[in-house]
């Protein structure tokens, strides 16, 4: 049987990367993917590659903004005539440097996307989910276990928040869990020169990077009624990376 049979599920970044292993996993698993992503376009084309395109819808929502953040999940609940019971908040950038080189801007940008993202999104859809009075509703945030300065302080904050959340949030069936990959093949990180790649890889105690579907999987379990009794950890999925 199906992890996710029926499930309506919300995933952010789902145009690219760990995002989109997720709708393809998801998707897989039975579910109804609302495929949210900055780039419509790219949203639109990751409902494209599954299996059954009309099941699924894309949305172009910005989710640092709390008006876009609003309607899409309004617009969720009209066009499938349901409550997502899943949410899968993969949306994130990086724009790394070392604390004496990091300038204002860059810091800004990335807590508002990583962090304040990740409050508007669980925030609105905890919101409808609790009003729904549903059996098992489960959000999973994508943390990190790697980073510099800003970005690491934004999913460190990420794991904050998906703590407090998970205890706020049991008594109307809302799970919240974080999970942390390493080091993951996708287009973020095809933009680190391959020097610091393989030095990356060299202290992974699995000897390679993760893929998309690797995290995805673990999203999978986390989303289902499976991990019933699980809210409020930070799953590590790194190939036995820590820092
Ligand atoms: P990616 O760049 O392939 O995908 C991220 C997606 O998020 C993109 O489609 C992008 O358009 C979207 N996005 C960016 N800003 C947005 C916004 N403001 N609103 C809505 N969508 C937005 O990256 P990825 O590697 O798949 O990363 C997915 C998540 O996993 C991120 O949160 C990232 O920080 C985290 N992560 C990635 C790795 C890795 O090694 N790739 C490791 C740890 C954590």
């Given amino acids: 049987n199906l992890l996710l ?22 998707a897989r698993e039975g579910a109804k993917l609302a495929v949210v992503d900055l780039n419509k ?16 819808r894309a949305y172009g929502t910005n989710v640092a903004l709390s008006s876009e953040v609003a309607s899409m999940v309004s617009q969720v609940q009209e066009e499938f005539g349901e409550v997502p019971s899943v949410a899968v908040h993969a949306a994130g ?4 440097n070392f604390l004496l080189k990091m300038d204002e801007q860059a810091f800004d940008d ?19 989910m609790s009003k729904a009075n549903l059996p098992d509703c489960s959000i999973v945030n994508i ?24 205890k706020e ?7 919240v869990n974080a999970v ?27 000897k390679r990077m993760g893929t998309p579907e690797e995290i995805a999987e673990v999203c999978a379990f986390l989303a289902s009624s499976r991990s019933s009794y699980m809210t409020g950890a930070a799953v590590e999925v790194t190939g036995g990376l820590n820092f």
């Fill in 143 to 166: 943390s990190s276990i790697v980073g510099k300065t800003n970005y690491a302080a934004s999913k460190a904050g990420v794991i904050g928040m998906t703590k407090t959340a998970a």
């Fill in 41 to 56: 376009k790219s949203a639109e084309e990751t409902v494209a590659l599954l299996p059954q395109p009309s099941d699924h």
């Fill in 93 to 96: 950038i990086t724009k790394d």
């Fill in 5 to 26: 049979a029926g499930r309506l599920a919300v995933v952010t970044g789902g145009g690219s990367g760990i995002g989109r292993a997720v709708c393809s996993v998801f």
């Fill in 169 to 175: 949030l049991a008594r109307f069936n809302i799970r």
């Fill in 110 to 128: 990335v807590i508002n996307v990583n962090l304040k993202g990740t409050y508007l999104v669980n925030q609105t859809l905890a919101k409808a």
């Fill in 180 to 206: 942390l990959p390493g080091f993951v093949v996708t287009p973020m990180t095809d933009k680190v020169p391959d020097s610091v790649k393989q030095m990356i890889t060299m202290m992974v105690p699995c």
